[in-house]
């Protein structure tokens, strides 16, 4: 059985039909989607569960990664972004401790250097290793230039297709209109070499 995977944030989040996600995965022949991204993490959380997948040899035949940006922090169960809303019956003390990390302790340059470090080890160490279709694209689009060498490398971004900042919310799956989710799914489709 052909399956497929998506990791990442939001933009790969809908398992709607007319999501690119479902549209992806009928032009790839795929018989099924077995994992969908997750709304709010971070880079670490994908590579987290994904290092799970290869322990358990759960690895899907294509594994779509939508790297999200670094200014994430890592939670197994929370999201964690600058100016998260508390989730009612959560220790108040985290989201004071997540105020008080990006006032006091939150470095741009940092986060920025580990990002790409991180994401270069990932894609040549752990990605190169899997005997499986990889490709790679970005939700948001780095500062830094980072190119990534395992399998089909996209080096677009979602946010910017989906018209940005001034557009954001106006698509309601995947951040994106009916239109785009399948412009984006042509668009990933017609890089593949198949």
Do not use: G
């Given at each position: 059985m052909k399956t497929i995977g998506f990791f990442g944030d939001s933009f790969c989040a809908s398992n709607r039909p007319e999501s690119w996600c479902n549209i992806l995965q009928q032009k790839l022949g795929a018989d099924r989607i077995r994992w969908f991204g997750e709304p709010g993490r971070s880079i670490w959380?994908?590579?987290f569960k994904f290092?799970?997948?290869i322990e358990e040899d759960l690895v899907p035949s294509i594994s779509v990664f939508c790297w999200t940006e670094p200014y994430r922090l890592y939670h197994p169960t929370l999201i964690l972004s600058l100016n998260t809303e508390p989730l009612e019956g959560t220790d108040p003390n985290i989201y004071n401790a997540l105020d008080d990390y990006w006032k006091y302790l939150h470095?741009?340059?940092k986060d920025d250097?580990?990002?790409e470090y991180a994401l270069?080890?990932?894609?040549?160490n752990i990605l190169a290793k899997v005997d499986k279709q990889i490709i790679q694209m970005w939700s948001f689009k780095p500062a830094t230039d980072i190119k990534l060498t395992t399998g089909t490398f996209i080096d677009e971004c979602m946010f910017e297709f989906s018209g940005g900042q001034e557009e954001w919310g106006n698509g309601?799956?995947?951040h994106m209109t009916l239109e785009q989710n399948q412009h984006w799914a042509e668009?990933?489709?017609g890089r593949l070499n198949i």
């Open positions: 959380s994908t590579m290092n799970k997948l470095s741009p340059e250097m580990a990002y270069k080890h990932y894609d040549q309601d799956i995947n668009k990933v489709y």
